[in-house]
C-alpha cells in the first residue's frame, strides 16, 4: 500500500519538479553568478592571468558539446569519443595544457544533464529503489543490488587507470581504434542475438527481475572496456544484457538504470578532483547550459532508442562506426 502511495505522489508530483528544476536552471544562466564574481576578482587583483590564459569554452561551444552529448550518450556509438572529436575541432591551437585538462574534464562533468534526463524517465524504477533500501520493495532492493555490483568493476578501475586513461586515451587515433573495435564486436552481438531470437528451441528472453548477481557483474566487466573512449558504455552495456539473456529493450533499460549510477560517479569524481581548473577556466553559465542542452536531447535519445531497438537491433549502428572511425582516422592523418 505504501509503494502505491509513494508511487502515485511521484508520478503526481514530478511535472511540478521538472518545472522547478528548469526555472532554477534558467535563473541560474541569466544571474551567471560565477562570471560575475570571476570579473570582479580579475579587476580588484589586475592580474594578467586571464589575459594571457583566457576562459576557453562559449555558450555556443557549450550548447554544441550538449547536443552532442546528449545525442550520444546513450546511443552506442560513445559520446566521450564524439566529444573528443568536436574539441579537437573546436580547440585552439594556443590553448594550454591547463586549459585543454579543463575541457577534457567539462567532457564528462557535463554528463549531468543525461543522468537527469534518464532519473526523470525512468522514476518510477529509481523510485522503487529507494524504496527498496527502506525495506518497502523488495523488487526495487534486488535491482537496486544488481546496478551496484555491475558498477562496482568500474569502480575500481576507474579510480586506479583514470589518470593513465586521461593522458594517452582522450585523441583521434586511440578513439578511432574504439569506435571500430566497437563497431566489430557489436555487430558479432547483434548476429548472436537475432540467431537466438529465430532459434526453434528457446528458453525465452529474461526480464531486469531475473537478473543475478552473476549476470551483473558480467555486464559490469564489460562495462569497464568503455573507459577507453570510443568504445562506448552504453553500447557495451547493452551488448552485456544481450549475453546475459535480456531482451533488448530490458537489456537498454539496465544499461540506462546502471549509467545513472556510472556516470554520476564519473561526474562527481571530475568535478571533485578537476574543480579548481574548471572554476580557472570556465564560467558557471556555460557549464550550466550546456548540460541543460544535454538533458533535453539525452530524454529524446533514450525515448528514441528504445523504439528502434525493439524493431531494428543494433545493425545501423555498427555501419555508422565504421564510417565514423574510418573518417577520423582521415583527420588524424592529414592533421
Not at 95 to 101: D, G, P, W
Not at 107 to 130: D, E, F, K, T
Request: hydrophobic share 50%.
Amino acid at each position: 500500500m505504501l509503494y502505491l502511495i509513494s508511487t502515485h505522489l511521484v508520478e503526481l508530483f514530478m511535472p511540478f519538479r521538472q518545472t522547478f528544476f528548469l526555472l532554477l536552471i534558467i535563473v541560474s544562466l541569466i544571474l551567471d553568478p560565477c562570471s560575475s564574481l570571476r570579473a570582479n576578482d580579475s579587476d580588484s587583483s589586475g592580474s594578467t592571468q586571464k589575459e594571457q590564459d583566457p576562459i576557453v569554452m562559449d555558450y555556443l561551444d557549450a550548447a554544441i558539446y550538449g547536443v552532442i552529448e546528449g545525442v550520444t550518450e546513450f546511443l552506442p556509438i560513445s559520446s566521450t569519443g564524439h566529444l573528443i572529436i568536436a574539441n579537437e575541432l573546436i580547440e585552439n591551437e594556443k590553448s594550454s595544457q591547463k586549459q585543454e585538462e579543463a575541457i577534457n574534464a567539462y567532457l564528462i562533468v557535463i554528463q549531468g544533464g543525461a543522468i537527469l534526463a534518464v532519473a526523470l524517465i525512468y522514476r518510477l524504477q529509481v523510485w522503487s529503489m529507494i524504496l527498496g533500501i527502506a525495506g518497502v520493495n523488495p523488487k526495487g532492493r534486488r535491482l537496486l543490488i544488481n546496478i551496484l555490483f555491475a558498477f562496482l568493476p568500474a569502480a575500481f578501475l576507474g579510480l586506479l587507470l583514470d589518470e593513465v586513461i586521461e593522458s594517452y586515451l582522450f585523441g583521434l587515433l586511440p578513439v578511432a581504434i574504439a569506435l571500430f573495435g566497437g563497431a566489430v564486436f557489436m555487430g558479432w552481438a547483434e548476429r548472436r542475438k537475432k540467431i537466438q531470437e529465430s532459434s526453434i528451441v528457446s528458453h525465452g528472453e529474461k526480464t531486469l527481475e531475473d537478473l543475478t548477481i552473476r549476470s551483473s557483474l558480467i555486464i559490469g566487466f564489460l562495462q569497464c572496456f568503455a573507459m577507453w573512449p570510443g568504445t562506448s558504455r552504453s553500447m557495451m552495456t547493452i551488448v552485456g544484457g544481450y549475453m546475459v539473456g535480456l531482451s533488448r529493450v530490458h537489456a537498454a533499460e539496465f544499461s540506462f538504470l546502471l549509467g545513472l549510477v556510472t556516470l554520476t560517479a564519473a561526474a562527481l569524481y571530475k568535478s571533485l578532483t578537476k574543480w579548481k581548473v574548471m572554476n580557472e577556466y570556465l564560467t558557471f553559465g556555460p557549464i550550466a547550459f550546456g548540460c541543460l542542452v544535454a538533458g533535453g536531447c539525452a530524454a529524446a535519445s533514450v525515448f528514441w532508442l528504445v523504439s528502434y531497438l525493439s524493431r531494428r537491433g543494433l545493425g545501423v549502428f555498427v555501419v555508422y562506426r565504421i564510417i565514423l572511425s574510418a573518417i577520423v582516422l582521415s583527420i588524424y592523418l592529414i592533421g
